[in-house]
């Protein structure tokens, strides 16, 4: 590096190029430009003639200055000039570069990239030899070596942070005995090895940590508690009192990603800990794919929830017939449905069902002898989970009394223990608290809760290890013991309230969530050999990839921790990977954590090693600047070019047209948002919309339903256009408060929560053009969440309102054998976006009589209205291109329900066009005979 004064230069040697400039004048200077010939035959007539001025034959020496200029700007910004350059210091060995790359730096990566480059390209004008690692970066060579120049500045300025953790074995690829200098850009989390690392590179020189206080805040894995589910949040370097809001992700309905929930997370003075509480209906809770906090975008940020927010299924069998209704209170499996209600989904059937269904509990009630042992045994083994309660069934089998019966998780005494009887209390006994690591470990039994009678467990050693709730006498209450890769967990009472008040108490449903929980695979549960496939992928800025492409990765590797080849997100067993019984298994996901094991903890820097304040150079590359400034030069050249040699006039000529060609909008771009409206109706207008099929849309005020809803019926008639012979004009928006309803045979009316309230003028209108054979098309587009007339939606609200003041006859759901139904394609069901949800139309007259309106009579037929949710408008709408401008499901699955809303659009327009034609089908054998005279 040459420094001359406050400038230096990193390729000096490229300045002896500007030696060539005076041959480069010179050149210029021998060479005229190019005359401009003009063929005209009457300049024989100036043949003889001497010119009365001079032009020069040589280029103007402004014109040469400026090209020249032009090229030292190119020469000296090669060159790599830097203003006021570092000076050198003390340390002139070399200098190494540290990056975790984690994803806690995301927030302030470009500050940290640029920390690193400038370190190295210090150090290089220097002449120190430089290297640079990122930890999450897989290096293929086999050592780090040091090297001259910008090679090491150049890597870190490509570098990329990654979810997974640092890679620490990789500072051992560095020179044995060489000494240097370290800067390590650290990451505010501390990750395992780290300390360690740092104090190792302090043994070879000096070590600066820089960045590894920054503020960071995470989020943990959500645990839920019935319909409420709890996410730990936070953070590090930080003691203000902060809010943040944490956002509850998933599907709808119809398939869409989109915000469900949110939910705000208080850090009071000093707090590192809070939490963000849901509360979520279950359905909302089984669509929920992802936690994130508001605002930030790194992996720390999100917490992926795979399945383990789902319903658990519970198979529930009696053996036996179920009580009535009048003695439902003693029935074996009241109190037990009762405690899983609201947080499971309950099977019931024959066992050989629910062993075909493969739940993830399987629940039986007092029974001596279970039916088909050993399928249950073998799902048992394969990791299901049987709980079971004793009774006098049990307490009196044979079986139970010996070590012929495996799904027992002890050996059972003779008899029972009933207070008053041989073997009983004086008085019902309570319980004794939980023991620390039991299923059971922090609920606490109410001193209300007594045990009258119970079956007696065989005593021996392996009892103790067995019990997982006592009596305070230290009999055993709940048993359980591990079968293969499942358990069996034995309750010594009954499953009501005939032996003791336990399943009267709210510790009962606590006790029964435990156990159902438990039933969820964990990764620890499984062979270290067993393979995952990995479903997607989470990144460091927290976006979400599919893993298709990812080989099998075992257990054990994720197991000990987030690596390049196993990275956090969503991974499921591999069917087969684990041996017999492994289809038991198949089901289970696995959200991986990008978090450290145990948790986030601040940097804790040791001995030897420093903080710094990071790293603040003046320097000011000026390549950048002279190479805008040689552009600028050589554009100034071609105007000049153009001015002396008269073609200057074209150009201008031509601007206007270049102009034209950038202003003008490209493919329709800016018109899609303006929604044609009728404006008014004169009596041009009003001869257009006789003469031609025209669908109107009220115009709600939201311009982007309203642009939805015209697209979606664009794309309507193209369908129209392609399949039949309806040949429909461009459809129009209305104002119901001026406009004239009769031309349109079809209203489309997109339901939004904050429509206005009708005038009295547009009720009079609606209801006249109800009256006169029109249809309105209203659609909530809300999926038929809340059904018709629940109000539970603010579109099903909206609709309510709009509907009280309109003339509108009894409804029902579309019978199967309606003439929409049939009308052009044979369908049952009318999906649009959404699926499922019913459509409502008129009400046969059998059950319309007592309306008194008779649209049936007066509309040929014709329902007045159609109501659903189903956002028909949204599957039709196309773009100016005709392609789909909205997703509708996934994959296969999703062109067919495309294709089936077009057929249900087709459906509709011939069934407002037609009127009952197609129910007069049954006179088509005369109507052909009549053709055949």
Same mark, same amino acid.
């Given at each position: ?31 005229? @430009? ?13 043949? =003889? ?6 032009? $020069? ?60 480059? $400038? ?132 599907? $709808?309905?119809?398939?869409?990603? *989109? ?85 499971? +989904?309950?099977? $019931?059937?024959?066992? #050989? ?62 008899? =029972?223990?009933?207070?008053? %009887? ?37 005593? %021996?050693?392996?009892?103790? #290890? ?19 890769? %499942? ?30 929980? #438990? ?51 969503? !991974? ?11 289809? #038991? ?8 954590? @990008? ?78 948002? *303006? ?72 209203? !489309?009316?997109?339901?939004?929560? +904050? ?13 006249? !053009? ?164």
């Amino acid at each position: 590096m040459l420094t001359i004064g406050a400038f230096a230069f990193t390729a000096p040697w490229l300045l002896l190029v500007a030696a060539a400039l005076p041959v480069l004048w010179i050149l210029l200077r021998a060479i005229p @430009p190019a005359a401009v010939r003009h063929r005209f035959p009457g300049v024989a007539l100036l043949l =003889g003639l001497k010119d009365q001025e001079a032009e $020069t034959a040589t280029t103007p020496w402004w014109l040469l200055l400026l090209r020249c200029l032009a090229v030292l700007a190119l020469i000296v910004g090669f060159a790599g000039p830097i203003f006021n350059p570092a000076k050198g210091g003390g340390d002139r060995g070399p200098l190494l570069v540290v990056m975790d790359g984690t994803w806690a730096e995301v927030p302030d990566w470009d500050a940290r990239r640029d920390q690193a480059q $400038t370190a190295l390209q210090a150090a290089a004008r220097q002449g120190r030899v430089t290297a640079f690692v990122s930890l999450t970066d897989p290096l293929d060579d086999a050592t780090i070596a040091f090297q001259p120049g910008l090679g090491a500045a150049t890597r870190a300025g490509g570098t990329r942070p990654a979810a997974w953790e640092p890679d620490y074995d990789l500072l051992t690829r560095l020179p044995q005995g060489a000494e240097f200098s370290t800067l390590w850009i650290a990451s505010p989390v501390a990750w395992p090895g780290q300390s360690a690392a740092m104090a190792q590179l302090a043994d070879r020189g000096d070590v600066t940590v820089v960045g590894h206080t920054a503020p960071v805040i995470t989020l943990g894995q959500p645990q839920r508690d019935g319909g409420q589910v709890t996410v730990p949040v936070q953070r590090l370097n930080a003691d203000a009192p902060a809010t943040v809001s944490v956002t509850a992700t998933g599907t $709808t309905p119809g398939g869409d990603v *989109q915000v469900l929930a949110q939910a705000d997370a208080v850090f009071a003075q000093s707090d590192a800990r809070t939490t963000a509480t849901f509360d979520l209906p279950a359905e909302v809770l089984a669509r929920l794919t992802r936690f994130d906090i508001a605002g930030l975008r790194h992996a720390g940020a999100v917490a992926l929830t795979g399945d383990s927010l789902h319903r658990q299924e519970v198979a529930i069998f009696t053996g036996a017939a179920q009580a009535g209704e009048g003695a439902a209170l003693l029935a074996q499996d009241h109190y037990v449905r009762q405690a899983l209600v609201e947080d499971t +989904d309950l099977l $019931t059937g024959t066992l #050989q069902d629910m062993l075909q269904a493969n739940p993830d509990v399987i629940l039986m009630t007092d029974m001596a002898d279970v039916p088909s042992p050993v399928d249950v045994v073998e799902w048992v083994l394969a990791g299901g989970r049987l709980v079971r309660f004793a009774g006098p069934q049990l307490a009196a089998a044979e079986a139970a009394r010996s070590d012929d019966d495996p799904l027992l998780p002890v050996r059972l005494r003779a008899g =029972g223990r009933t207070l008053g %009887g041989a073997m009983s209390w004086g008085a019902p006994k309570r319980l004794r608290a939980f023991a620390p690591g039991t299923p059971f470990d922090g609920l606490t039994p109410p001193a209300e809760v007594t045990i009258t009678s119970q079956v007696l467990a065989e005593p %021996g050693p392996d009892l103790p #290890q067995a019990v997982i709730a006592e009596l305070e006498d230290g009999t055993p209450l709940v048993t359980q013991a591990d079968v293969g890769d %499942g358990t069996i967990t034995l309750f010594h009472v009954t499953a009501n309230a005939q032996w003791s008040n336990l399943p009267l108490s709210g510790l009962f449903v606590d006790m029964m969530d435990r156990l159902t929980l #438990q039933s969820r695979a964990g990764l620890d549960t499984l062979p270290a050999e067993a393979l995952l496939q990995v479903q997607s992928v989470l990144a460091a800025d927290g976006s979400v990839s599919p893993g298709d492409d990812r080989a099998a990765v075992p257990v054990a590797a994720v197991l000990a921790g987030t690596t390049v080849q196993a990275p956090p997100g969503i !991974y499921a067993l591999d069917d087969g990977a684990v041996g017999d019984g492994a289809s #038991q298994r198949g089901g289970d996901v696995f959200p991986i954590s @990008p978090l450290p094991q145990g948790g986030i903890a601040p940097v804790a820097l040791p001995a030897g090693v420093v903080a710094g304040a990071g790293v603040d150079s003046t320097a000011v590359p000026l390549m950048p600047y002279l190479l805008m400034l040689a552009l600028a030069l050589l554009a100034v050249d071609v105007v000049a070019t153009l001015l002396l040699t008269g073609r200057v006039g074209r150009a201008v000529r031509a601007m206007p047209i270049v102009l034209a060609a950038f202003l003008l909008p490209q493919g329709g771009q800016g018109q899609e948002a *303006q929604v044609p409206q009728t404006q008014s109706t004169d009596d041009a207008a009003a001869i257009a919309f006789s003469t031609e099929v025209v669908f109107a849309h009220v115009i709600t005020g939201d311009a982007r339903v309203d642009g939805a809803t015209l697209a979606g019926l664009r794309g309507l008639s193209d369908i129209l256009f392609q399949r039949t012979s309806v040949e429909p004009a461009t459809p129009v928006g209305i104002d119901l408060a001026r406009d004239e309803l009769a031309f349109f045979p079809l209203i !489309y009316w997109p339901v939004t929560p +904050d429509f206005p309230t009708l005038s009295d003028g547009a009720v009079n209108r609606l209801n006249r !053009y109800l009256r006169s054979g029109g249809m309105i098309v209203f659609d909530t587009r809300d999926g038929n969440v809340a059904g018709l007339g629940q109000g539970l939606t603010p579109e099903g609200r909206a609709l309510q309102r709009i509907a009280r003041r309109l003339e509108l006859p009894r409804l029902e759901p579309v019978p199967q054998d309606h003439v929409l139904s049939r009308s052009f394609y044979l369908m049952q069901d009318f999906p649009g976006r959404h699926m499922g949800g019913r459509v409502w139309v008129e009400a046969a007259p059998n059950t319309a009589q007592a309306d008194g309106i008779g649209f049936r009579n007066t509309n040929d037929g014709v329902s007045p209205i159609i109501i659903g949710g189903n956002d028909w408008a949204g599957a039709w709408a196309t773009d100016e291109f005709g392609a789909p401008m909205f997703p509708v499901g996934r994959g296969f699955q999703g062109d067919r329900q495309r294709e089936l809303a077009a057929r249900f659009g087709v459906n509709l327009v011939m069934y407002v066009l037609t009127g009952n034609y197609k129910s007069d089908q049954v006179h088509a054998t005369d109507i052909l005979e009549r053709m055949g005279q």
